[in-house]
């Protein structure tokens, strides 16, 4: 192939037909004959090869010609650029939203967590990530900054995968201290239930561990559990899951607003009602209940996944809860009775 330049000045010019790609026309980045050539014959190679992949990378102005050629030479060229990392961040992002399998409060979530300047590349993330982090640890920010981790993973697995270059740069999670209401202790909850006026609420929501929007939702008493609606879901839909009955729970009596009020009043401000969330699975915890079941009882997709499996069929969740609601009572001890008493009323 007869070299040629632009105007008889600069580089000698790539110009080929690259099948569904079109029309390749770039500077080679030389004015050696026999170095051209060989980046002639580094495009029929990839050309024959299919590697489409590659070649769009200098299509698109990524990698020069002599870039590509030194990365083929030296064995690396799993270390290029994909075209999917080089597509736009946000871009890339909305579009995985659109169809990703989480709840509508976990997508608007991510919405707000994943928002990238215009123009930033897919294969920025893990240094936008990284620099979170190191902003995290100067100014303690460190569960915001694990929450952004949160988002950026479930991004990555479900549109390259755990194999990826994007996964495997990720930087890690920073430990974080919690506050001093997370979570508590039963003789807490017990003082704290003689000082606010909402105790029934107070241990229904340490006994179930539901959210805010289940307890003040739907949830229904049966002889061996507790149904709940549930809040998260996927594509739409909560998911409903159980919890033992351990002891019976009474109704919220009050609005939320006015029991978080009286909780955080109470507690002197260490207290919110998604700390009794992890409380309760504190509880089962201590009182012997399974990880994969306490997960379960969470609501978490790894309890969901446990529980399909031939070992732990749906048959035997009577059997769980039953024996799950005799540790917690055993952990316990009797029941709360000003904490149940407008159960009775």
């Not at 976990?106 to 919405?111: E, F, G, I, L, P």
């Not at 994007?166 to 001093?180: A, F, I, N, Q, S």
């Not at 109470?266 to 994969?292: C, F, I, M, Y």
Request: charged share 30%.
């Amino acid at each position: 192939m007869t070299p040629y330049r632009d105007a008889g000045k600069g580089s000698y010019i790539i110009d080929r037909r690259c099948g569904k790609l079109g029309r390749l026309k770039v500077a080679s980045g030389t004015s050696d004959r026999e170095e051209y050539a060989a980046l002639n014959a580094m495009v029929t190679r990839l050309k024959r090869e299919r590697r489409w992949d590659v070649l769009a990378l200098v299509q698109q102005h990524q990698l020069t010609p002599l870039e590509l050629y030194d990365a083929i030479h030296h064995g690396e060229t799993h270390l290029l650029p994909s075209a999917e990392e080089l597509r736009p961040l946000p871009r890339a992002v909305e579009q995985w939203l659109a169809s990703a399998d989480v709840s509508p409060r976990t997508r608007d979530d991510y919405t707000k967590r994943l928002t990238f300047p215009p123009g930033t590349k897919t294969l920025a993330l893990p240094d936008l990530v990284a620099a979170a982090r190191a902003d995290a640890i100067r100014t303690g920010k460190r569960q915001t900054y694990n929450n952004l981790l949160t988002a950026s993973r479930a991004f990555v697995r479900d549109a390259f995968g755990k194999d990826s270059k994007l996964w495997k740069l990720l930087p890690g999670e920073l430990d974080v201290t919690h506050r001093p209401g997370n979570p508590q202790e039963p003789e807490q909850i017990r003082a704290l239930a003689v000082r606010m006026p909402y105790p029934d609420a107070l241990w229904a929501l340490c006994l179930s561990g539901m959210r805010q929007g289940e307890y003040w939702g739907a949830w229904d008493v049966l002889s061996d559990r507790v149904t709940i609606q549930g809040e998260k879901g996927r594509r739409g839909e909560p998911l409903p899951r159980v919890v033992p009955l351990v002891y019976r729970l009474a109704r919220p009596r009050v609005v939320y607003s006015t029991f978080y009020k009286a909780l955080v009043r109470d507690s002197g401000g260490t207290l919110n009602v998604h700390d009794l969330r992890k409380t309760a699975q504190r509880w089962w915890e201590d009182a012997g209940v399974p990880d994969w079941r306490i997960s379960l009882y969470a609501g978490h997709a790894k309890g969901r996944h446990e529980l399909a499996t031939i070992y732990r069929k749906p048959r035997d969740l009577t059997r769980l809860l039953i024996e799950d609601a005799d540790r917690m009572r055993a952990w316990l001890g009797d029941p709360p009775k000003l904490g149940l008493r407008a159960v009775n009323a």
